[in-house]
């Protein structure tokens, strides 16, 4: 072997090796529950703004994962009013990433006063949010 092509052939293998330092180990895509362009889960993030759609928005944070609306009141019960605050705590779709809050008031005599949340209801938002998300994460994987 001349000395030119051992020269090219060390060169050859060192880029070999080399280009394989870059590459990971692990699957090439981030699994779909946590794909994130965002500080949150994806997911769970359009699933919460598609859910808190029906109410007015006062502050949306992606990266934080923190989503608020303005009070709401239902056409059919004016003399009463909620607001909502979600939090997204993970980048994973998983059952504890999300958290609901909710304050509820109703009107007496003209002043708005505080009234109490049943857990149920604060649950059953959840329970919404969540499955929303997982469509998302279906209709993304199947197609």
């Given amino acids: 072997m001349t000395r030119l092509t051992h020269s090219l052939a060390i060169i050859a293998l060192t880029g070999l090796a080399l280009s394989a330092c870059g ?3 692990g699957s090439a895509e981030l699994a779909p529950a946590t794909m ?7 997911y769970l993030w359009r699933a ?19 989503i608020v609306t ?7 019960n004016p003399g009463e009013r909620v607001k909502l605050t979600v939090s997204i705590l993970d980048q994973d779709l998983r059952a504890d990433a999300l958290r609901v809050a909710a304050s ?5 005599g003209g002043q708005w006063v505080g009234a109490p949340v049943t857990a149920a209801t604060v649950q059953k938002l959840e329970d919404i949010i969540l ?10 994987t199947a197609g």
Avoid: E, H, K
């Fill in 104 to 108: 509820r008031q109703v009107n007496q």
């Fill in 70 to 76: 303005d009070w709401y009141s239902r056409p059919g």
């Fill in 131 to 140: 499955t929303r998300a997982r469509d998302l994460r279906r209709a993304a």
């Fill in 36 to 42: 994130t362009t965002i500080g949150v889960n994806g």
């Fill in 23 to 25: 590459r990971s180990r």
């Fill in 48 to 66: 919460a703004i598609d859910t808190l759609s029906f109410a007015p928005l006062i502050s949306t944070d992606s990266n934080g994962g923190v």
